[in-house]
């Protein structure tokens, strides 16, 4: 294949080591080092390349962004006129604006702060995520922060920037999610406010931020994450400020407001600004002791003014050298936080990388020393200090707690014996209840002598999760290692032991955008799912075992309304083995698709005699075509998924399609609709003609 570098596309020189690259056509503008600069003008004269470029590979990235193409410079022409010349005597201005907008990336240019893109920054096959941010200059400055931060995290972050008024552009511009920036409607928080107006100091903010959410919806039901205020480091009056309509109060109460309306739509999602900016150190990153008390901007934006803003100062201005120090001459240090806290939430909306499972090790790890040789877990009495050194462990012991509660499974694996363990691992009846963990809160327990590693792999494949679900942890580094070394799949914690706690409770990969009751419950289901697996061990036959689970299966079809919907949507975002597809739509995309006349989603409870699955299927219909098909792995093999689907097709009564996409996990799911009357198509569909209804 013969690939050479677009006719459309230009180098500008800024730097020694800074190239700007832009496109006459779709305005797409990228900021690129000398290396990768050099590569892309090995193309000004047609390249051979592969006809099957590796996936990940610079040259794929160039090619798919514009900056390279395989047509010659008068078919690259040829190809513009035909896309322009329907909109002959109209207006094909219109169609350039247009797609111009589908290929954003970035943010407005007067903002950007872009670092310079590196060979290495395009390289690699990491998962492709499409985000729109909408709001002002504070948003628009984070936008290469949050590629970047993206990029840490094994992702290709494509992030496009527009204003808050500017709703049309996600109806144009692909995306899985939606940032909301702070917006402008704050500074009405500033406004003299009479105390005995039923209307509080923040009706502009919270009006505006429900006319964009609203808005939105109009366009997309793609999660929808809107920022909260930072909170003011200084007040007007000082100390004298008091009550609900202090400055600050004002705030705290805007933000309060702001969560709330969160809450009144389905996949919206409130950010705590002004705690992840507190974290650090909210005096360094907010300029409200700099400028104005309403700004709320980062300081470090008056390190990277233009020149031509000097104006207004007749040209004169204080050294900046003492503010720059103030900031450890780190300009951006604001927009690093940010987009931190913004990853962070995108990570718990949209499940990516999320643990199901922590395994930790017991000696060394839950307690001090070696329980056989101490005989206790811990030697405290009421009398001692909880919060002395022995608050490590009990700090760790109820942040494993809290997870369990959040739906996560915990599992132990360790070299003892497992006697002597369950004998010794007793508190005493004067300990706090509900704070230290017992045997009866992990999923399963290995104690024995065991590789640790074996251990790992056998829970995991007795939980039916993938390794990349389950986090380790052991105070041992040896133990640590090995893990690392044959597992890499397995992420791996506690060379920190004084960072296991904030670590755990942090996470993204360990947090839910909401607890359900379900997800509390989820460890009583995983041993019912263990307590099925020693059943089918001693059963005769397979028929027979589930004969003797004595399965019910209940299916529903969703109203648009339906409480049930985070948790359809939570199951096809965490579901990989049963998915049919691998479809991931949002409560809210979930809700619009019960709401069509053309369209249904449909659930299924399950219990048995070891346990009530609760909500354990979700199939979603569109257009006579099964679009989404996903079952807990928990109640594979009990015959849940053929009463399920047998269901769906009485209900819909009509001729149905679906579809099997293949990945390396699902191969549970692929003879689903051949073992239900499916008949497959040469172009890979299934197809069932269901006889008519009596």
């Known amino acids: 294949m013969l690939l050479r570098l677009s006719r459309f596309v230009h180098m500008i020189p800024v730097t020694a080591d800074r190239v700007l690259v832009v496109n006459a056509v779709s305005h797409l503008r990228l900021a690129v080092d000398a290396q990768l600069a050099a590569i892309i003008r090995q193309f000004e004269a047609p390249q051979t390349v592969p006809d099957q470029i590796p996936p990940g590979h610079v040259v794929e990235a160039l090619l798919e962004r514009g900056v390279l193409t395989a047509l010659d410079p008068q078919a690259e022409m040829t190809e513009l006129t035909r896309a322009l010349a329907p909109y002959d005597g109209r207006d094909p201005g219109a169609l350039l604006d247009r797609m111009r907008r589908q290929a954003k990336e970035g943010g407005e240019p007067y903002w950007a702060a872009n670092q310079a893109l590196s060979a290495a920054d395009l390289e690699g096959q990491r998962p492709r995520l499409d985000l729109i941010l909408l709001g002002d200059c504070d948003i628009h400055m984070e936008s290469d922060f949050l590629r970047r931060e993206g990029a840490a995290r094994g992702l290709d972050l494509r992030v496009a920037a527009t204003f808050p008024d500017d709703l049309r552009f996600a109806g144009e511009h692909a995306h899985d999610a939606i940032l909301i920036g702070a917006l402008r409607a704050r500074q009405s928080l500033m406004d003299p406010h009479d105390p005995a107006s039923p209307h509080p100091p923040h009706a502009r903010l919270i009006a505006q931020a429900r006319g964009i959410i609203e808005g939105l919806r109009r366009e997309t039901q793609a999660p929808i994450l809107i920022d909260g205020l930072p909170e003011p480091t200084v007040q007007p009056m000082g100390f004298a400020e008091r009550g609900p309509l202090a400055h600050r109060a004002r705030f705290r109460a805007a933000n309060a407001a702001l969560a709330a309306l969160a809450e009144e739509f389905a996949d919206v999602h409130f950010i705590d600004v002004a705690a992840a900016l507190g974290a650090v150190g909210a005096e360094r990153l907010v300029d409200d002791g700099l400028v104005s008390f309403i700004h709320l901007g980062s300081p470090g934006w008056m390190l990277q003014r233009a020149e031509q803003e000097l104006a207004p100062v007749h040209g004169v201005f204080p050294d900046l050298a003492p503010l720059a120090a103030q900031l450890d001459g780190d300009p951006y240090g604001r927009e690093a936080v940010t987009a931190r806290a913004h990853l962070d939430a995108l990570a718990v909306v949209l499940g990516i990388d999320a643990k199901k499972c922590v395994i930790v090790d017991l000696d060394g790890t839950l307690w001090p020393g070696v329980l056989a040789e101490t005989g206790a877990p811990f030697a405290w009495t009421p009398q001692d200090n909880p919060h002395s050194y022995v608050g490590l462990y009990f700090g760790l012991h109820e942040a494993l707690l809290t997870l369990k509660k959040r739906g996560v499974l915990l599992a132990c694996v360790s070299k003892n014996d497992e006697a002597a363990v369950r004998a010794l691992w007793k508190y005493p009846p004067d300990y706090p209840k509900g704070l230290l963990l017992t045997p009866d809160d992990f999923v399963t327990l290995r104690i024995n002598w065991d590789d640790k590693v074996d251990n790992i792999a056998a829970i995991a494949a007795d939980l039916g999760l993938a390794l990349e679900a389950f986090l380790f942890i052991d105070d041992h580094p040896v133990e640590r290692e090995r893990v690392r070394q044959r597992l890499p799949q397995v992420e791996v914690w506690g060379d920190d032991p004084f960072a296991l706690r904030r670590r755990l409770l942090a996470d993204p ?72 597809t691998g479809l991931k739509p949002s409560a809210g995309e979930l809700a619009a698709l019960a709401g069509s006349s053309d369209a249904a989603v449909y659930v299924a409870h399950a219990r048995d005699r070891f346990a009530d699955n609760g909500l354990v299927g979700a199939a979603v219909v569109r257009g006579g075509e099964i679009a989404g098909l996903a079952l807990s792995c928990r109640v594979l093999g009990m015959g849940v998924e053929h009463a399920f689907l047998q269901q769906v097709i009485a209900d819909q009564a009509r001729p149905l399609h679906a579809r099997i996409v293949p990945t390396d996990r699902n191969t549970p799911v692929r003879h689903i609709y051949r073992d239900n009357g499916f008949t497959p198509g040469d172009d890979g569909t299934w197809r069932l003609d269901p006889p008519p209804r009596p």
């Not at 004595?550 to 919907?565: G, H, I, N, S």
Request: avoid cysteine; glycine fraction near 6%.
């Open 509 to 580: 990969r360990l947090q839910q955008s909401r607890v359900t009751g379900e997800a509390a419950g989820r460890t009583g289901l995983a041993k019912a799912q263990l307590g099925r697996q020693a059943a089918r061990a001693e059963a005769v036959s397979e028929a027979d075992f589930v004969a003797s689970l004595q399965v019910e299966t209940r299916v529903t079809r969703l109203a648009p309304d339906a409480p049930e919907m985070g948790r359809v949507a939570e199951l096809f975002q965490r579901t990989t083995q049963f998915n049919a």
